[in-house]
């Protein structure tokens, strides 16, 4: 049974910085992608940022590109959001994802319970 545990959450002031992880287990990856999404009350899950356990590639939304930044370590099985320059608008709860199997899309099949990060101004 996979299992995706994210840590690191916390509250923060505005130009803070965190770093969250996310622990898997339950099985090796290999070429699938791992995520993070985030949500706000209300509404919908929101990509922040995604990479291919492979070969290391990245993807950011436009609204964290420059400041957040996605690595995974393969040894560890865990995957990191490092966040900086962080804005009261960043508060959300932060949802570490996995694919079951890779495809080039954005459906993701395991997902974890949620951290939740809050930005103070």
């Known amino acids: 049974q996979v299992q995706l545990i994210e840590t690191g959450g916390g509250l923060v002031q505005a130009g803070g910085s965190l770093r969250l992880s996310c622990a898997a287990s339950?099985?090796?990856?290999?070429?699938?992608?791992m995520a993070w999404f985030r949500q706000t009350p209300g509404r919908e899950r929101e990509f922040v940022a995604r990479?291919?356990?492979?070969?290391?590639?990245?993807s950011y939304a436009d609204s964290v590109k420059g400041r957040f930044t996605i690595s995974r370590d393969n040894a560890k099985n865990t995957v990191y959001l490092q966040m900086t320059s962080l804005t009261p608008e960043d508060t959300a709860v932060y949802y570490c994802?996995?694919?079951?199997?890779?495809?080039?899309?954005?459906?993701?099949?395991?997902w974890g319970q949620g951290t939740q990060v809050t930005v103070s101004s």
């Open positions: 339950g099985r090796a990856f290999n070429n699938e992608r």
């Open positions: 994802a996995a694919q079951g199997y890779y495809r080039n899309t954005q459906e993701y099949d395991y």
């Open positions: 990479v291919n356990w492979r070969s290391g590639a990245t």
